[in-house]
Structures are given as C-alpha cells and as structure tokens.
C-alpha cells in the first residue's frame, strides 16, 4: 500500500516561512523517481486547488500564478521525499496542504490516485 505522509505545517505570522515536505513509502512505490508530485491546497469552504507539481526527474516544475516567486517544489528521490519552501507567507495561503503522486502532470486533483492525509498551514496577519 502507497503512504504518503506530510509534515511541517503549523501557525506561522505573516510574511514568514515554512517548509512542507512529503515522505513516500510503500511497497508499490518503489518507481518513485517516474511519479509526478504535486502539493494541493484547501481552504476552509473552498475547493482544494493546485500548489505546485514537478516532475520525476526534476526537470520540469510548475506553480500556481498565486505562488510563483514565494514557493520552491524541489525533490530527493533516494529519500523519496518532495519539499514545499514557502517563503512570503500571507493569509490567503492559510489551508490544509496534500502532497499527491501521479503518473503525468496535470493541475487536477481527481487526476491523482495517491493523497497524503494533509497538513494545515496557517498564517496569521
């Protein structure tokens, strides 16, 4: 069975920094380093909404307009781990994050088969 396990979120001011990361486990999960990872986001009463993605080989990621500039994706796939650098943190970040595995890039959660449990993130102001 695949894990997916997030850690690092908390309560963080305005304008500060976290960094999210995601640990894969499973034994099905040994390809690792050919899956798409991705970080979604949900909001109280809000949809869950794409983060960031990147590809197995790094050599491609991606970012929602709102992010870009702010957050790093970057991954280690001899640890099987995906990192989210959140740096300029604002309100409008507040939500529960989901690291999410799948085979191609796409900013469309149904899209992905595996979900982490999440990790809530808030900013206060």
């Known amino acids: 069975q695949v894990q997916l396990v997030e850690s690092g979120g908390g309560l963080v001011q305005a304008g500060g920094s976290l960094r999210l990361s995601c640990a894969a486990s499973g034994r099905t999960f040994d390809t690792f380093g050919t899956r798409v990872m991705a970080w979604f986001r949900q909001a109280l009463g809000k949809e869950r909404e794409f983060v960031a993605a990147i590809t197995g080989s790094s050599e491609v990621t991606y970012y929602t307009d709102s992010v870009k500039g702010r957050f790093t994706l970057s991954r280690d796939n001899a640890k099987n781990t995906v990192s989210l650098q959140m740096n300029s943190l604002n309100s409008d970040d507040t939500a529960n994050y989901f690291c999410?595995?799948?085979?191609?890039?796409?900013?469309?959660?149904?899209?992905?088969?595996?979900w982490g449990q999440g990790t809530q993130v808030t900013v206060s102001s």
């Open positions: 999410a595995a799948g085979r191609y890039y796409t900013n469309t959660p149904s899209s992905y088969k595996y």
